[in-house]
């Protein structure tokens, strides 16, 4: 299958291990990876803080980059979760049906990592080895807007040498929610304290997630208190082999539709 990636901005600006890792882990499974180079942010951001013609500009883009594309995928609940959520309504508020349309159809072909993997490519075991005690966080966008349920426990729990351990508490948001965090730093400290408790609860060695985003807050707060807890994305886990447990491929630049 031919799968265009949609990188995203924490992946392609600080954690371009998770793209890379998902590049590795689609062409392991007999995937080819293409990345539209003309892809941006997808406006969650703008949306979310009341900027709706800056986000209506970057839903055209999107649009327009990946419409070629059957299918489109992140490593990132929240990003995949606004492009479903968001941009046709974005579209629509603004007046232009026809982006809508075009937006819930290019929306309709987006999948999250975990969700791709389950139910388009059909598999659970993905032949990945990681020998470490493993804890796993649902995304609030994920778990609440993608609604991927078990899907990605389902992944972890088939990895070889992985032991899973149940987080408590695990659907308590981290604290995050982008600018939230920024606006209301004592609630979202507050918030990110209780979760960095139950991770470290658990005596895991890692903490793993499906968006960079809340990886990047809760790893930053475990980094502060020297807990030896890392963070680490879904991708990167599934990713993994004994024979490659580290390292990865690009995906193959794509200017034009897909082939």
Do not use: W
Request: charge should be positive; hydrophobic fraction near 40%.
């Amino acid at each position: 299958m031919r799968v265009a990636l949609f990188v995203t901005c924490l992946a392609d600006t600080l954690f371009p291990q998770a793209a890379v890792a998902t590049v590795r882990l689609l062409e392991r499974l007999g995937h080819e990876v293409v990345f539209p180079e003309g892809q941006t942010c997808c406006g969650q951001m703008h949306v979310n803080t009341g900027y709706p013609g800056e986000a209506l500009r970057l839903v055209r883009r999107h649009v327009r980059v990946f419409a070629p594309y059957d299918v489109v995928v992140a490593p990132s609940g929240s990003c995949v979760g606004s492009v479903r959520h968001q941009h046709a309504t974005v579209a629509r508020r603004a007046g232009d049906e026809r982006l809508a349309a075009r937006a819930g159809e290019v929306a309709a072909r987006t999948y999250e990592l975990s969700e791709f993997l389950v139910d388009v490519a059909g598999v659970t075991d993905v032949g990945a080895y990681y020998p470490h005690r493993v804890t796993y966080h649902p995304t609030c966008h994920s778990l609440r807007m993608l609604r991927v349920a078990d899907r990605p426990l389902r992944l972890l729990r088939a990895v070889r040498g992985l032991e899973l351990v149940e987080l408590p508490q695990a659907e308590q948001c981290c604290g995050f929610g982008g600018t939230f965090a920024v606006k209301n730093p004592d609630t979202s400290t507050a918030m990110l304290a209780d979760k960095m408790r139950h991770v470290l609860a658990t005596r895991a060695d890692v903490c793993t997630a499906g968006d960079a985003s809340c990886l990047m807050h809760i790893g930053g707060g475990l980094s502060r208190l020297r807990a030896g807890v890392r963070t680490v994305h879904l991708a990167e886990i599934l990713a993994s082999t004994e024979a490659n447990p580290a390292g990865g491929v690009a995906a193959t630049p794509a200017t034009g539709g897909a082939r």
